[in-house]
């Protein structure tokens, strides 16, 4: 059975930080290009940074120089840093795997940002 089950989302500061982790299971995760995608009210989801299993990233420009994704192939999990958050960056995260030509998700996470 395959199941990405993320944790670390919650309230934080305007400028605060956030790790938002995701675990895989029932995939060959080694090998398995990942990501975290976004979805804020009213908005369509989005990318925000993905990993392919060689560990190239790429990251929407919202992300970049403030997020940083990372996987540890040993542990099947990938990880998204969030640094300097701000109000844009309100939304419910999924973890997803792009696993034999189709999408997987979690069940999402929420990251409110807000004093």
């Known amino acids: 059975q395959v199941r990405l089950v993320e944790s670390g989302g919650g309230l934080v500061q305007p400028g605060g930080s956030l790790r938002l982790s995701c675990a895989a299971s029932?995939?060959?995760?080694?090998?398995?290009?990942m990501g975290w995608y976004r979805q804020a009210p009213g908005k369509q989801r989005e990318l925000v940074a993905s990993?392919?299993?060689?560990?190239?990233?790429n990251y929407a420009d919202s992300a970049k120089g403030r997020f940083t994704i990372s996987r540890d192939n040993g542990k099947s999990t990938v990880d998204l840093q969030m640094n300097t958050l701000n109000s844009e960056d309100t939304a419910v995260y999924y973890c997803?795997?792009?696993?034999?030509?189709?999408?997987?998700w979690g069940q999402g996470t929420q990251v409110t940002v807000s004093s």
């Open positions: 997803n795997a792009y696993y034999f030509f189709t999408n997987l």
């Open positions: 029932g995939i060959i995760f080694s090998t398995t290009d």
């Open positions: 990993i392919t299993g060689g560990g190239t990233t």
